[in-house]
């Protein structure tokens, strides 16, 4: 499929009569709540809900253009969209003319659709368009406030993020929600022309009685560079799943990310990175932590296709599981079909360290306030690789806030 | 300071101490030494308050007894128990576990938190006293640090703790000579007339650097010989063979 964003709608709204959901027995939703997601009320993006009074107490104080979609829609009043600099064009898909999608050349994407996507595109109508030509200073943020207006709802939100040949910038998305039970059905589609770069970064950090179905598609053209930082915090079912596609010598992905679950929260990450040529390098690094009887998905692929000499790419998994009653699934996939590749990957599965926790207490560290030291440091190193000092305030204070 | 009576300590049918009595007065520096598997490592973890023992006796510190007391409590009453194997702690910052540590301690005891501008200088003290580099505590808990990185690192935490039990596990396990007389120059300017020190060894080459004032000999479970630091000599040239041949016969059916 490409980014045909006027002309796929009709189709994919004639699609949905006929849609049929996922099962267990796809491998990348075999853990997902197919009860619940069965009972989901999929709809158009929906602006009359009652919204949280203040969001700035619920997201990172970042400084610039912010962009507020309410249920997927755009809204203007709320959202800050000026002085943009020279580089950087935002603005709401609703009103995108053929003019403004001029820039926005086709690619393939190479990765499979499913129900949601279709449905994504079918009603995620009012989202964003951002489009960057040149070097953007300051982080682009993307709130997205989910508060359906009947129980099950569920909206559409879709973002289109066009990288020009050299540029570079920085993207947040932040998750927050409130309202009625329900949730969003989010896509992201960016394109990297030769050369951009951008940094990535997801907070989903929706109410516990809210599904949060993200997916991330992602193509990149020669010498390009993608970096993903997913914090996957909120919601009863939260999954985000990336579908990178490198299709220009000597493109690089490097995605990490941490999931931190509580209660009964499955937190569900599904990534695929397709080596389409030669010369590309991706790396894949995802911590977990479950608590209580949390679930955690940690599904990651490596696709090399034939042709594509040269790959390397790199993987690893790691979880600390805090309860018995928790659980972790997590597959790294190789799939290698070129010569001369270096692949690697690993995944682990632990719990808290009793040597080390010893080692805290016999210091005088209480057994509460050690075991925290413990689990901070492990996601802390997450943390390590995130450029921004206010974003990773906000990760600290809001894991703070979960162990209490 | 310090009266241990009566110490026995096991894992499931495995007796490892065995009744073990010692008394430590304040001030003082007492050797303790034996062959392995005599149990001079479960002492130490007896005293600090490793799980999985079942331990009977007493261990009184200052009229409280450590055995009905949680590690970090009996950090608070002012143990210190310097690893064999500094446990490895990615992630968690050796400054902010060193505060944290401090922190704790002072709370346990009703003090006031200490300052950051004061804790730099004694940080800054500590790292001095064991001749580590700037960077030293900006790095993880010793993650990825050197054998002798790790035993210094245990004496600066002695430094910042300031103790009044300190009881060093074969702290010179892993040193080549420069870490040893480091480390052994940091124990000794740390010696006082309030701080009590066990020093566990199984060689007699640390107590050339550390001397004490007592040297015990721990043989299957047991304190089987006291005397002064000439014991150590006795002990460096003879080895432990009569001991253990004295213990086996004694635990013999006659």
Redesign the interface.
């Known amino acids: 499929m490409s980014i045909d964003v006027l002309s796929a709608r009709s189709a994919a709204l004639e699609q949905v009569a006929s849609l049929q959901l996922p099962t267990k027995r796809d491998e990348a939703w075999r853990y997902a709540p197919h009860t619940t997601l069965g009972s989901l009320d999929f709809g158009p993006a929906s602006d009359s809900a009652a919204l949280p009074a203040d969001i700035d107490a619920d997201i990172p104080a970042i400084d610039g253009v912010r962009v507020v979609l309410v249920n997927g829609v755009f809204d203007a009043e709320r959202s800050r969209l000026g002085p943009l600099p020279d580089s950087l064009r935002v603005q709401s898909l609703a009103d995108a003319t053929a003019e403004d999608l001029a820039g926005v050349p086709q690619r393939d994407y190479d990765a499979g659709e499913d129900a949601f996507s279709v449905l994504n595109r079918a009603h995620g109508t009012g989202g964003a368009l951002i489009m960057v030509n040149g070097q953007v200073d300051d982080a682009v943020h993307i709130v997205d406030i989910v508060a359906p207006d009947a129980p099950h709802a569920v909206s559409a939100t879709r973002v289109v993020v066009e990288m020009a040949a050299g540029s570079a910038a920085t993207l947040v998305e932040t998750r927050i929600g409130g309202g009625e039970s329900g949730g969003c059905n989010l896509r992201t589609e960016i394109s990297l022309a030769t050369e951009a770069r951008l940094e990535h970064i997801v907070l989903q950090d929706l109410p516990a009685n809210h599904v949060h179905l993200g997916r991330v598609d992602v193509v990149q053209a020669e010498g390009s560079s993608y970096q993903a930082r997913l914090f996957n915090l909120g919601a009863d079912y939260g999954r985000v799943a990336y579908h990178v596609y490198l299709d220009g010598e000597g493109a690089e992905a490097d995605l990490s990310g941490l999931y931190f679950g509580f209660g009964k929260q499955t937190l569900d990450q599904q990534i695929t990175v397709v080596h389409a040529v030669p010369n590309c390098r991706s790396s894949q690094s995802y911590r977990g932590v479950l608590d209580d009887e949390s679930t955690g998905i940690w599904n990651g692929g490596v696709d090399v296709r034939p042709g594509a000499d040269g790959t390397d790419s790199e993987q690893s998994n790691d979880n600390l599981v805090l309860s018995r009653k928790a659980e972790v699934n997590t597959m790294p996939r190789l799939e290698i079909l070129a010569d001369e590749v270096s692949c690697q990957h690993g995944a682990t599965v632990g719990e808290l360290?009793?040597?080390?926790l010893?080692?805290?207490?016999?210091?005088?560290?209480?057994?509460s306030?050690?075991r925290r030291?413990?689990i901070?440091?492990?996601?802390?190193?997450v943390m390590d690789d995130l450029s921004d000092d206010v974003l990773r305030a906000w990760i600290i204070e809001r894991l703070g806030h979960a162990h209490a | 300071m310090l009266h241990v009576k009566n110490l026995a300590a096991s894992i499931g049918d495995a007796e490892i101490l065995k009744g073990l009595d010692l008394a430590v007065g304040a001030g003082e520096v007492h050797a303790i030494m034996g062959p392995n598997g005599s149990g001079k490592s479960t002492f130490a973890h007896a005293l600090?308050?490793?799980?999985g023992y079942e331990i009977s006796g007493e261990a009184v510190l200052d009229g409280v007894d450590l055995l009905d007391l949680?590690?970090?409590e009996?950090?608070?009453a002012g143990v210190?128990?310097g690893?064999q194997y500094?446990?490895?702690?990615?992630?968690?910052n050796n400054m902010y576990?060193l505060r944290?540590?401090?922190n704790?301690?002072r709370r346990?005891r009703g003090d006031d938190e200490i300052s950051a501008r004061d804790f730099l200088s004694v940080a800054n003290e500590a790292m001095e006293l064991v001749e580590m580099k700037e960077g030293f505590l900006n790095r993880?808990v010793n993650a990825g640090f050197s054998g002798g990185e790790k035993k210094r690192n245990e004496i600066l935490?002695m430094a910042v703790?300031q103790p009044r039990l300190a009881v060093l596990d074969e702290t010179d396990s892993g040193l080549d000579i420069d870490a040893l007389r480091v480390v052994a120059n940091g124990v000794n300017s740390l010696r006082g007339p309030e701080r009590s020190m066990i020093v566990i060894t199984h060689y007699q080459r640390l107590l050339d650097y550390i001397k004490p004032d007592f040297v015990h000999v721990l043989v299957n479970g047991r304190i089987v010989d006291s005397g002064d630091h000439t014991l150590a000599l006795h002990l460096e040239e003879h080895g432990y063979a009569d001991y253990v041949d004295a213990a086996s016969l004694s635990g013999a059916p006659a």
């Open positions: 360290d009793d040597e080390a010893y080692y805290l207490r016999s210091r005088g560290i209480a057994e306030e050690a030291l413990l901070d440091g492990f996601a802390d190193q | 600090a308050g490793r799980e949680e590690p970090e009996r950090a608070a210190f128990l690893f500094p446990v490895e702690i990615p992630g968690v576990f944290t540590a401090l704790s301690v346990a993880s935490q703790m």
